[in-house]
């Protein structure tokens, strides 16, 4: 089983609707998720962390399932400019190496 | 404050051929890793330093060497290029802070190997 797991997509929605990715990890050990953006041909860059009792960031919504090993994102009111590919990311220890999913891709079109 | 940068953007080597690839942060993070990136296997761990002097093995360190004489630098070798080796790299690095760890990613560089 992959240590990190994501549905490829892609996800091709309209402007305005919502969507939901999800990820699935493999290590009970892991301390800390997170969700990166990937713009095509460009680096990852944080999105957000996800924390145990859920947080939002605007239209963006992530919770994480300690006991079913599953971290979600939701994205509310899509925005053309929402169009990338979203990594679900895990750490298992501090100052350890990140653990990346192979990434979702969301296409959003007017 | 110019973050993660790397060089060179892009390079085409030939077979055999070796080169190093350049990564510079000036965030004074202790932690640095290099990542590389191909079609449909997502970002796969290379190399890593928790600090000046050290490094370790990550996932898919054969055929790469690195050093981190300094903290702001990490470099990656290439001693004998391989068209297997073909793939965009990815430096980042981090703080040491415990728990929430951010990483920051530099520009990439994009390598062909003929």
């Known amino acids: 089983r992959k240590e990190v797991e994501q549905d490829p997509g892609p996800f091709n929605v309209p402007e305005g609707a919502t969507v939901a990715f999800n990820c699935t990890y493999s290590?009970?050990?892991?301390?800390?998720f997170f969700w990166y953006r990937q713009d095509c041909r460009k680096e990852p860059k944080l999105l957000m962390s996800v924390y145990s009792s859920g947080n939002e960031d605007g239209r963006f919504t992530a919770q994480l399932n300690r006991a079913s090993q599953y971290i979600s994102l939701l994205i509310r009111d899509s925005k053309l400019s929402d169009s990338a590919t979203y990594l679900c990311v895990v750490n298992v220890k501090a100052g350890t190496a990140l653990i990346f999913g192979k990434g979702t891709t969301l296409s959003v079109s007017s | 404050n110019a973050g993660v940068t790397q060089t060179p953007k892009f390079r085409v080597l030939k077979t055999g051929q070796s080169m190093t690839l350049l990564c510079a942060q000036d965030m004074n993070h202790e932690y640095m890793y290099w990542y590389r990136q191909d079609p449909g296997m997502g970002l796969r761990l290379i190399h890593y330093s928790v600090g000046e002097g050290t490094t370790a093995k990550g996932e898919v360190p054969d055929g790469y060497n690195v050093s981190r004489l300094k903290k702001q630098n990490f470099l990656l070798g290439l001693e004998s290029a391989a068209p297997s080796q073909t793939s965009v790299y990815f430096c980042a690095s981090s703080d040491q802070i415990a728990g929430l760890e951010t990483q920051y990613f530099g520009p990439g560089t994009r390598l062909l190997v003929l």
């Open positions: 290590n009970s050990a892991s301390q800390s």
